[in-house]
């Protein structure tokens, strides 16, 4: 009977068949498990990773120290609802804060946060916040900037000195905008300066997604 050597044991080659077969499906039905595993597994808490104010003074910050309100949480009961509607699955979080510079002038930066379990449920809220949120109005024109994820879209708010950003990682949706409040003029340049810092900030909380 022929032989080979499996393991450093010499086995008739018959055996190496069945220890082969027996392998191999092994190695198969552990990744089909894994898989599923990673398809069953539930959205992360959006908190971790949304642009966040300081919980104490004196501690790290994503917005400026003079902030104020500077607020983040879950999102409602209203909005998992709204999920159920275009048949997605994700968990919320916004955020929110108003930078004074001045009397009666200040910036607002705010925005939301969605985990999902996959990046087939990321999509489908993707459209819906395009369709919605990031509909171009009276005077928009698209924002060219940098990466930020593997979809996006961008909106300066001509007549509204405000800019808007859309943008899906892997299993992560999420949206920034930036906005004057009061007397407070930004000029496209601000606008755009603004957008790039605290997407760059989101984006290295949400990592990979």
């Not at 055996?15 to 191999?24: H, L, M, P, R, Y």
């Not at 949480?73 to 048949?87: D, Q, V, Y």
């Not at 005077?139 to 943008?167: A, H, I, K, N, Y």
């Amino acid at each position: 009977m022929r032989r080979a050597l499996v393991g450093g044991v010499t086995l008739p080659l018959a055996t190496c068949g069945v220890v082969f077969i027996v392998a191999t499906t092994i190695v198969s039905t552990g990744i089909g498990l894994t898989t599923a595993a990673a398809a069953a597994a539930p959205p992360a808490n959006p908190l971790r990773i949304a642009l966040m104010p300081s919980p104490f003074p004196g501690t790290p910050s994503d917005f400026p120290a003079n902030a104020d309100p500077a607020d983040a949480g879950p999102m409602p009961a209203s909005f998992a609802r709204k999920l159920r509607g275009i048949h997605a699955v994700g968990r919320g979080a916004r955020f929110f804060a108003s930078i004074p510079f001045g009397p009666e002038r200040a910036q607002t930066v705010s925005g939301l946060v969605v985990t999902t379990p996959s990046p087939a449920q990321a999509r489908k809220v993707f459209a819906w916040q395009k369709r919605t949120a990031l509909r171009p109005r009276k005077g928009d024109t698209r924002l060219r900037l940098p990466r930020f994820g593997d979809e996006q879209v961008g909106l300066l708010g001509g007549e509204t000195d405000s800019g808007r950003l859309l943008v899906r990682r892997n299993r992560v949706v999420w949206r920034l905008e930036v906005a004057p409040d009061g007397a407070l003029r930004l000029s496209p340049a601000r606008v755009r300066g603004e957008l790039v810092k605290y997407a760059t900030k989101q984006r290295d909380r949400v990592g990979r997604g």
